[in-house]
């Protein structure tokens, strides 16, 4: 297989199963694909570039440590190794000072508190025609995949490896709410009655994000049809919410105490 700037790390993870622990070699700060959840949804969407920047190393670093492994490599990407790390639309780089609105979290999460509520306000109020810019220390994935379905153009901008900023345009046709509608404690009792015996268990709340929605989504896959799901988590997982009615999964939140949330997830 030939490999240039331009191949995606799952690509050549699925080529050879040695690739992982080579790739990881290069830089600690992919040791995050040792993870499977992270794994799948990071390298299918990073180039050999891409995660040179992240990295710290050259798009060459990898052909050294790969071209072992019996990848053949097309020497004319070293040369436009940096017009492959991707550039920014330019629905982005078109748009002007007053259209876009930073919001820096980093703050609110390094005082151990959730930014949720601070990022859906500024969704909510967001304009059409301008574009949200959140600067953030890591990838808001679930944010991500939440606001693309409501119509948001997204593009995110790895700086370093703890400064990455998103950006969220507000097209015409995007709808407006997103903050969905909860399905509180009512019934509880009822349904954890009804699948007696058929619960799963998973427990989320010492993961980092995205980590817990990815392990949810990942849990559901695998879920049987007449079982259900129940989650202890640290908050409710809104940003999993919309994802759930487009699943047709059905779900009740219980809000045992401040940083304790119980989820049960069955079929609609």
Same mark, same amino acid.
């Given at each position: 297989?030939?490999?240039?700037?331009?191949?995606?790390?799952?690509?050549?993870?699925?080529?050879?199963?040695?690739?992982?622990?080579?790739?990881?070699?290069?830089?600690?700060?992919?040791?995050?694909?040792?993870? &499977?959840? %992270?794994?799948? +949804?990071?390298?299918?969407?990073?180039? %050999?570039?891409?995660?040179?920047? +992240? /990295? /710290?190393?050259?798009?060459?670093?990898?052909?050294?440590?790969?071209? &072992?492994?019996?990848? $053949?490599?097309?020497?004319?990407? #070293?040369?436009?190794?940096?017009?492959?790390?991707?550039?920014?639309?330019?629905?982005?780089?078109?748009?002007?000072?007053? #259209?876009?609105?930073?919001?820096?979290v980093r703050p609110?999460?390094?005082?151990?508190?959730? &930014?949720?509520?601070?990022?859906?306000?500024?969704?909510?109020?967001? $304009? !059409?025609?301008?574009? %949200?810019?959140?600067?953030?220390t890591f990838e808001? !994935?679930?944010?991500?995949?939440?606001?693309?379905?409501? /119509?948001?153009?997204?593009?995110?901008? !790895?700086?370093?490896?703890?400064?990455?900023?998103?950006?969220?345009?507000?097209?015409?046709?995007?709808?407006?709410? +997103?903050?969905?509608?909860?399905?509180?404690? /009512?019934?509880?009792?009822?349904?954890?009655?009804?699948?007696?015996?058929?619960?799963?268990?998973?427990?989320?709340?010492?993961?980092?994000?995205? %980590?817990?929605? *990815?392990?949810?989504?990942?849990?559901?896959?695998?879920?049987?049809?007449?079982?259900?799901?129940?989650?202890?988590?640290?908050?409710?997982?809104?940003?999993?919410?919309?994802?759930?009615?487009?699943?047709?999964?059905?779900?009740?939140?219980?809000?045992?105490?401040?940083?304790?949330?119980?989820? *049960?997830?069955?079929?609609?």
């Amino acid at each position: 297989m030939t490999i240039n700037a331009n191949t995606k790390i799952a690509t050549i993870l699925k080529q050879h199963p040695d690739a992982l622990d080579v790739i990881v070699s290069i830089s600690p700060k992919f040791e995050k694909l040792r993870n &499977p959840l %992270l794994r799948k +949804i990071m390298a299918g969407r990073t180039s %050999l570039a891409m995660a040179s920047k +992240i /990295g /710290g190393c050259s798009v060459n670093d990898f052909f050294v440590k790969l071209k &072992p492994l019996g990848f $053949e490599i097309d020497s004319t990407t #070293q040369v436009i190794e940096k017009a492959a790390t991707g550039k920014m639309p330019e629905i982005f780089t078109s748009l002007k000072k007053e #259209q876009i609105v930073s919001l820096d979290v980093r703050p609110v999460l390094a005082a151990g508190s959730d &930014p949720l509520n601070l990022i859906l306000e500024n969704v909510n109020s967001l $304009e !059409t025609g301008k574009c %949200l810019k959140i600067i953030n220390t890591f990838e808001p !994935t679930p944010l991500i995949i939440m606001l693309e379905k409501k /119509g948001f153009v997204t593009y995110t901008d !790895t700086i370093n490896d703890e400064l990455i900023e998103t950006y969220f345009y507000k097209k015409s046709d995007s709808k407006k709410e +997103i903050i969905p509608v909860i399905n509180t404690s /009512g019934g509880w009792d009822e349904i954890i009655q009804q699948y007696n015996n058929k619960l799963q268990t998973i427990d989320v709340r010492a993961l980092e994000m995205p %980590l817990p929605m *990815l392990t949810i989504l990942e849990a559901l896959e695998k879920l049987p049809s007449d079982h259900a799901l129940y989650v202890y988590h640290k908050r409710i997982p809104v940003f999993l919410l919309p994802e759930l009615a487009e699943k047709k999964f059905d779900y009740r939140i219980k809000e045992i105490s401040d940083g304790e949330v119980h989820l *049960l997830i069955f079929k609609s």
